[in-house]
């Protein structure tokens, strides 16, 4: 099957994203036309990024690399919001930065009122 232009890109956009969380993912075809998305381990053992999802091959490439994407897209923002996510993160880095951004901002602030009154 020939891909347009279009698509090429579109499969471009899909692996970048993909790739982030599977290095060295690749198209991998399962023979009678379905494709997959596999990643090659330390082991040089393969991993199957789509049946990981719970998702079965697909025969489009485009269809492939896109239910891969949404897959990864849809994994980050579940870690992003679950409600166990704080415990394993350092609560002490945490309070620093949100410290840091308030004073940046309070800073920014004062330089404000600093000009406004210039003004004057």
Known sequence: ??????????????????????????LSCIGSG???IVQE???????????EYYLQPVNDQLKAWELAFTSVKINQNLN??????????NMEAKIAR???RRLKKEDSMESR????????
């Open 80 to 89: 992003r919001t679950h409600p166990l996510r704080i415990e394993g993160m």
């Open 113 to 120: 009122k600093i000009r406004k009154h210039d003004n004057y």
């Open 98 to 100: 949100v410290e840091a």
């Open 41 to 51: 381990e330390e082991n040089l053992e393969t991993k199957d990024v789509l049946a």
């Open 1 to 26: 099957m020939e891909l347009t232009l279009k698509d090429k890109k579109l499969i471009e956009k899909y692996k970048k994203k993909v790739r982030n969380q599977y290095p060295e993912a690749y």
């Open 34 to 36: 379905y494709y997959t």
